[in-house]
């Protein structure tokens, strides 16, 4: 109570804002999760690697624009590349020269040849949906229960569902996330656990010449932080493609943050769709889909109509530009590192030291302290644990300077490369001071 109070009296003008707006502003905010307990936080601006809120107070930003900050705000090379841009007009729906030199940068580190672009992630995986359909004629697709993959109909299935809808836990039920999604619709996403090939495999079985494929985050970053078990997703895409059926990796928040070439090089994994968004515009909205032939020339012939008036949009593309080409370098990934390793060692020292329940996952610039005794294998294990350390971390944190991705429970730190070792030890700093005055 007493942590959260300081950070009511820290943010009076973002509440005092918040409720001006309410009248022309849903909720106060423009998104509903900038709403996220214990509340938003309006920013003036962000610098390096700090963002600073109305109320004055300067923060070092470890919540990333929910990861996508892995250049920091306002890089010279960002500024200078959007600049330039601005001064010779910023759409003209049709392609810019900067356009080739990203999508042949993003084939170089993903391993796919063909690419398109789009707004967001949420675009970005409607079309990798309707591409497995365009090539299959199959309408049925499988997702993982609890996953996150943007708020179009097809992937708003069970989506953190209510355990007590959600049927057995190796068979999950498809669970139409909000009365906006036509249960009819949601019928056709199938659900599985995370981990568990054999629950894919039945779903194939039971659905004989029906599935197009599958969606998934190599690394599971919408509940906590969990890992593939080893051989899984090479296990998925043979499985899948015995069946007929195509391999999708979401890498919206894996994509440049665990390796250049995201969770296909981590994992050594190549999908046959490969979705990107968020840290690729380097902070200006965007969204991608790359791809193997088979599946995108159903692009080139009309089969698939992936259109939008801003895709490829000259400012998205001349940002992206530069972060692929200037920002995110091997000396980035080094440096990605280097900030890993102070947080994750000085994390689990904490917790050790003091006897916390918990663990680190971390993976280049992305991590969380997932405050269970057990390794999270899937939905059903992040749904079960309690959240009080998680929310009463993300306060200590905010008091202390650090300002993390809202519910402590389930989202990461992302680090960019402006961020400095001084600036991580914070973290470790409010991680020992929470551990020291809640943990006698
Ligand atoms: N996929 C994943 C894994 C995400 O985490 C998100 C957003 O957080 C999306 C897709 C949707 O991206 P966007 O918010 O840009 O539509």
């Known amino acids: 109570a007493t942590e959260e109070s300081v950070f009511l009296g820290r943010t009076a003008e973002s509440r005092r804002v918040r409720a001006e707006c309410a009248d022309v502003l849903p909720g106060g905010v423009a998104s509903n999760w900038q709403d996220a307990p214990p509340g938003a936080v309006w920013i003036s601006h962000g610098a390096g690697s700090r963002v600073v809120d109305v109320d004055g107070t300067s923060y070092v930003d470890l919540h990333g624009g929910f990861g996508v900050g892995l250049v920091g705000h306002a890089h010279p090379a960002i500024v200078e590349a959007v600049s330039d841009r601005v001064r010779k007009g910023t759409h003209f729906a049709q392609p810019t020269e900067d356009v080739v030199v990203v999508a042949r940068e993003l084939a170089r580190r993903f391993g796919l040849p063909l690419w398109r672009f789009g707004n967001s992630g949420t675009e970005a995986t409607m079309d990798a949906v309707h591409l497995m359909r365009a090539a299959t004629g199959r309408m049925k697709i499988i997702k993982i229960e609890g996953s996150y993959h943007g708020h179009h109909d097809s992937v708003q299935v069970s989506v953190y569902p209510d355990l007590a809808e959600a049927g057995p836990a190796g068979h999950p039920h498809s669970v139409p996330s909000g009365r906006a999604v036509p249960p009819a619709l949601a019928q056709l996403t199938l659900v599985a656990p995370f981990g568990d090939l054999a629950a894919v495999e039945r779903l194939l079985v039971e659905n004989p010449g029906e599935i197009a494929g599958m969606i998934i985050e190599p690394i599971m970053m919408n509940v906590g932080l969990i890992p593939p078990p080893d051989g899984y997703l090479d296990g998925l895409r043979s499985l899948l493609h015995r069946h007929g059926a195509y391999l999708t990796f979401d890498e919206v928040k894996t994509g440049f943050a665990v390796a250049p070439g995201g969770a296909a090089q981590w994992s050594g994994v190549r999908p046959d769709l490969l979705c990107l968004a968020k840290a690729l515009g380097g902070g200006v909205p965007c969204g991608a889909i790359g791809g193997v032939p088979a599946l995108m020339n159903l692009i080139a012939d009309g089969t698939y109509e992936q259109v939008g008036t801003f895709n490829g949009n000259p400012l998205t593309m001349a940002a992206a530009r530069a972060v692929l080409t200037s920002v995110l370098t091997d000396d980035a990934y080094r440096h990605f590192d280097r900030l890993r390793r102070v947080m994750t060692e000085g994390a689990e020292d904490v917790l050790r030291r003091h006897d916390l329940p918990g663990y680190v996952r971390s993976y280049g610039a992305k991590g969380a302290v997932v405050f269970h005794d057990r390794p999270l294998l899937d939905y059903r294990d992040f ?58």
Request: include cysteine; proline fraction near 7%; glycine fraction near 6%.
């Open 383 to 440: 749904a079960a644990y309690p959240d009080q350390w998680g929310n009463a971390h993300w306060l200590y944190q905010h008091n202390g300077g650090v300002f993390l991705p809202p519910w402590g429970k389930c989202e990461q730190w992302t680090v960019s490369v402006q961020h400095s070792e001084a600036d991580v030890r914070r973290f470790v700093v409010n991680l020992e001071r929470m551990a020291a005055s809640l943990r006698p």
